[in-house]
Every structure is written in structure tokens, then in C-alpha cells.
């Protein structure tokens, strides 16, 4: 059964970078048919895209957060990271790694399987 | 890139049927049949129950049916059970590799 687990600080101060780090346990992260990707959940919000990654590198972001955010694959470790710069209070959210599945002959684009979620609070 | 609209609630007595609706625009829930829905209980990651508008994952239950009309996307839950109680999000594609969730509704069984 394929697993997700995220790890990283559950704490960042303002204007620093958060950095956040999804092991792929269960399946291969090289897999042909899938991106993994980065979702994340502000206290009592709704769910926000934040981007995704193929085993080789590619990698599409969401367009409101393109500035800041860097998502990298390591296929050595089977793990894949966020890294999101300049943060504020707005980042304050529970943020999910998932496997996606992308876009193609006009079918995918979902996410089937999910990590636990881990909170990171932005606060000095 | 705007999220998709669904209602704060949704609420209904075991045994009824109710439906959850995601708007979206012609950018998106309009011009791909690819919605997704997804179920998150209290504390838990999101699970998804619905894909590309109409598909179930493998052990999701079939009282659970998506369905399009124009920028309006549904998730219609039939003989409602207590365990339904949760919030649910949709998603669709939006073009050029990027989606959009939606609001999020929580499903409240009277």
C-alpha cells in the first residue's frame, strides 16, 4: 500500500523559508503515470494547490504562488520537498504531500493518495 | 485563478439524498470533464471519493455520484448515513497543468 509522510518544521518565522519534505513509501517515486504534489489547508480553510513534480524534475506550480515556491525530487531517497520563501501569517496552514495523477488525453488530474498532513505555523 | 464556489452547508436526515454543487467558470469546471471530490473528516487528510466527474476509486461507495451541467459541477450522496458527516471539496483542472479546489461544504446528517 503506497504511504506518504511528511516531515519537516512545525514552526517558521516570518519572512523566512519553509521547508518541508514528503517520503514515498510503498510504491516507486519514478513512477511512469504520476507527479507528486503539494496541497496545503489554512485552520478551518479549503484546500489550495500548490504544485507538483515528476520523477525527472518537471514541475508546474500554482501561478499565485510561482514566486516563492520550489518543489524538488530526490528519487535516490524516494522523497520529494517544498521549499516556500518570504512567508507570512498566511502560510499558516496543515500542508498535505499527495500523488497525482496529471493531465492527459483529457483524463486525470486528481490526487488518490495522501499524506497525514503535518501543521506549520508562521510566528516569531 | 479563483477557487470554485460550493455552499458553507449541506444538511439532511438519514436515508435522504442531498446534492453538493461546485461552480466554477469557462476556464475550468466548463471546458474539462475532470472534477474531482474528496471527503476530509475532522483532523484527516482528504480522501478521494470521485474522479474525472464520475469515476469511483476502488472501495468507495456507489452512493456517491458526480455529474456536470455547464460551470456546474455535483456530488449527489444518496441513502445519506451518519458516517457521511464531514466537509467535502471539489477540483477540477484548469488548463495548462493547473487546478482549483473548491470552497469546501460540510455535510451535517440531522
Known amino acids: 500500500q503506497l504511504q506518504l509522510q511528511e516531515s519537516g518544521p512545525g514552526l517558521v518565522k516570518p519572512s523566512e523559508t519553509l521547508s518541508l519534505t514528503c517520503t514515498v513509501s510503498g510504491g516507486s517515486i519514478s513512477s511512469n503515470s504520476h507527479y507528486w504534489g503539494w496541497i496545503r489547508q489554512p485552520p478551518g480553510k479549503g484546500l489550495e494547490w500548490i504544485g507538483n513534480?515528476?520523477?525527472?524534475?518537471?514541475?508546474y506550480y500554482n501561478p499565485s504562488l510561482r514566486s516563492r515556491v520550489t518543489i524538488s525530487v530526490d528519487t535516490s531517497k524516494s522523497q520529494f520537498s517544498l521549499r516556500l520563501s518570504s512567508v507570512t501569517a498566511a502560510d499558516t496552514a496543515v500542508y498535505y504531500c499527495?500523488?497525482?495523477?496529471?493531465?492527459?488525453?483529457?483524463?486525470?488530474?486528481?490526487?488518490?493518495?495522501w499524506g497525514q498532513g503535518t501543521l506549520v505555523t508562521v510566528s516569531s | 485563478q479563483s477557487a470554485l464556489t460550493q455552499p458553507a452547508s449541506v444538511s439532511g436526515s438519514p436515508g435522504q439524498t442531498i446534492t453538493i454543487s461546485c461552480t466554477g467558470t469557462s476556464s475550468d469546471v466548463a471546458s474539462y470533464n475532470l472534477v474531482s471530490w474528496y471527503q476530509q473528516n475532522p483532523g484527516k487528510a482528504p480522501k478521494l471519493i470521485i474522479y474525472?466527474?464520475?469515476k469511483w476509486p476502488s472501495g468507495v461507495s456507489n452512493r456517491f455520484s458526480g455529474s456536470k451541467s455547464g460551470t456546474t459541477a455535483s456530488l449527489t450522496i444518496s441513502g445519506l448515513q451518519a458516517e457521511d458527516e464531514a466537509d467535502y471539496f471539489c477540483c477540477s483542472y484548469a488548463g495548462y497543468s493547473r487546478g482549483v479546489f473548491g470552497t469546501g461544504t460540510k455535510v451535517t446528517v440531522l
Open positions: 499527495a500523488r497525482h495523477l496529471p493531465y492527459a488525453y483529457s483524463s486525470g488530474w486528481y490526487f488518490d493518495y
Open positions: 513534480i515528476y520523477y525527472t524534475g518537471s514541475t
Open positions: 474525472e466527474g464520475s
